[in-house]
C-alpha cells in the first residue's frame, strides 16, 4: 500500500472534483493514474465506520466516538498486482445524519456494510441497509462486503460467527470479522469490495468483446462470400 492518502472535506473539495468530472468521463483517470474505486462505508452508529476506514487509510485507531455526518477519503493501493485509487465514503449511522443517503447509494460501486459483533440490533439493521441499496439501485449485481466489526470485544460478543456467515450468505458476498483496534482484516474487506468491482466489469466486457469478434468474423464471411461469387471460375460456361 502506498502513502497516497487523504481526507477530503466535501464543501472544500466540491470544485476540484467537478474539474476532474468535466474533463474525465466517469471512473477513469488519466493514462498514468489508476482507476478509481468508488466505495461506501455503510452501518449503525457506533459500530466502528470511520475507525475501520481510519484504520484503511492511516494505519491509526480512532479510540473515541465522533458522530460522523460524511467524510471522504482517498487511498491507493495495489492488489492482486494492480493499482487502484479507492475513493472511501464514510458515511453517518446516526439517523439525523442521514439526508444524503440516495446520493451517494447511487454513485457507490461498492457497499461496505458494517455492524458491530457487541451489538446484536447493528446486526439487525444490516437487511435494511441491503433494502436501501436495492431501492435506489433496483436490478443491478451491487458489490457488497459484510464486516463484523469490534471481533477484539470477545467477553461482550452478541453475534456469533455462525450468524455473520449465514447473512452473508444470505446476501451473497463475502464476510470479514475485523478489528479496527487490532488493524485486523481491515485490508482485506476493501480489497474484497476492489476484486468485485473488477470481476464484474470483466464479465460485462467479455459478451461485449465476444460480439465484436462474431461481428467481424460475419463481416469477412460476407466478404468472402461475395469475392468467391465474382472469381470466373465460379461462372458457369
Ligand atoms: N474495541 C474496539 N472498539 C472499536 C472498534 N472499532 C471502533 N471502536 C470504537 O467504537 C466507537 C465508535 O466508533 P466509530 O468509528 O466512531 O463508529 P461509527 O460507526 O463511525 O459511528 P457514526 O459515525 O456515529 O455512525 C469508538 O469509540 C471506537 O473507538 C474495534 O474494532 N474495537
Ligand atoms: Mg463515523
Redesign the pocket.
Known sequence: MTSDTGKNNKSSTGANEKNQAAVQPMHSTPRNLPRIYKVV?L?????????????FVSHS?????????EDSYRQQAVIDGEAALLDIL?????VE?TAMRDQYMRCGEGFMI?Y?V?DRHSFQEVLEYRKLISRVRANEDIPLVLVG?????QSQRKVTTEEGKALAHQLGCPFYE?????R?FIDDAFYSLVRQIRSKERIRDTPRKHSRWRRLRSIFAFVFRRKHRNTPSNYSP
Not at 452501518?43 to 484504520?55: E, M, R
Not at 464514510?90 to 446516526?94: E, L, N, S
Open positions: 462505508v452501518g449503525d452508529g457506533g459500530v466502528g465506520k470511520s475507525a475501520v476506514t481510519l484504520q485507531f480512532l479510540d473515541y466516538h465522533d458522530p460522523t455526518i464514510d458515511t453517518a449511522g446516526q445524519f458494517c458491530s457487541t466489526n469490534k471481533f477484539d470485544l475485523t478489528s479496527a483496534a487490532l485486523q
